[in-house]
């Protein structure tokens, strides 16, 4: 892994972990076999860059926080082939920077610091 939030399986969102906006769901979470979180889809707090389709699909398109401007990961048009999960649906893979993010779990338990031991964010 290069994150341990590669292995996160827990019902939570996945938040930004310079300004704290709200991310990814965990219900859009997938093992792509790259060793970074990868998400099926966004919510409101991550920005696209506007690139073409070719680029998209090929090379991807960087993924911002909305909020802080911080760097997140890449967004690759190639979703379809993770069959049996979300992306297949979506058709998209946010490939995402572990240490881009912090994730909160839905049943209150500490928060989970992406590329830190486990431990409780203040």
């Known amino acids: 892994y290069s994150s ?16 704290d906006t709200p991310l990814f769901d965990s219900a859009m979470k997938f093992r792509s076999g790259t060793g970074w979180p990868s998400f099926a889809d ?8 506007q690139v073409n ?3 998209l699909t090929m090379g ?9 401007g911080g760097h997140l990961g ?3 048009n190639d979703g379809y082939i993770f ?12 490939c995402i920077d572990g240490a881009a993010l912090i994730f909160k779990p839905a ?9 830190q ?3 409780k964010v203040e």
């Open 117 to 119: 031991a486990p431990t």
């Open 42 to 49: 966004s919510l409101e707090g991550v920005e696209v860059e």
């Open 107 to 115: 049943d209150g338990s500490p928060s989970v610091v992406g590329d």
């Open 83 to 94: 069959v049996g999960t979300p992306a297949a649906t979506t058709g998209k893979r946010y």
């Open 4 to 19: 341990v939030l590669e292995g996160e399986k827990r019902e939570g969102i996945f938040h930004c972990a310079g300004c």
């Open 60 to 68: 991807g398109a960087e993924l911002r926080c909305k909020t802080c």
């Open 53 to 55: 389709l070719v680029q």
């Open 74 to 76: 890449d967004l690759f």
